[in-house]
């Protein structure tokens, strides 16, 4: 089993930054990638970004490159997502998850229980 738990959601203006964590615990071995996943109210959850454990590869949704970064720390099974110039269109839910690096929910196994991020225009 893998335990995932979220943190540094909040409420931003537009145009603002915030930074999520997710810590990871258990077998992290037993899975090559992390990724970031979210849920607006009404809206199918959507990939976000994706990082590989080993070599830090990295995968982003076009809706989000060039503004959002992901990133990890080995030593702390922890990964990173570092939200800049975000948009009301940010707003949602959002979860981490640990399986194989892809940006299809199905191949992810393990799920945190999110982090809401709320922002304001």
Do not use: H
């Not at 997710?22 to 979210?38: E, K, Q």
């Amino acid at each position: 089993q893998v335990q995932l738990v979220e943190s540094g959601g909040g409420r931003v203006e537009a145009g603002g930054s915030l930074r999520l964590s997710c810590a990871a615990s258990g077998r992290t071995f037993s899975t090559s990638a992390l990724g970031w996943f979210r849920q607006a109210p009404g809206k199918e959850r959507e990939f976000v970004a994706a990082i590989t454990w080993s070599i830090g590869n990295t995968y982003y949704a076009d809706s989000v490159k060039g503004r959002f970064t992901i990133s990890r720390d080995n030593a702390k099974n922890t990964v990173y997502l570092q939200m800049n110039s975000l948009k009301p269109e940010d707003t949602a839910v959002y979860y981490c998850a640990a399986g194989s690096y892809s940006r299809r929910e199905v191949t992810y196994d393990y799920w945190g229980q999110g982090t809401q991020v709320t922002v304001s225009s």
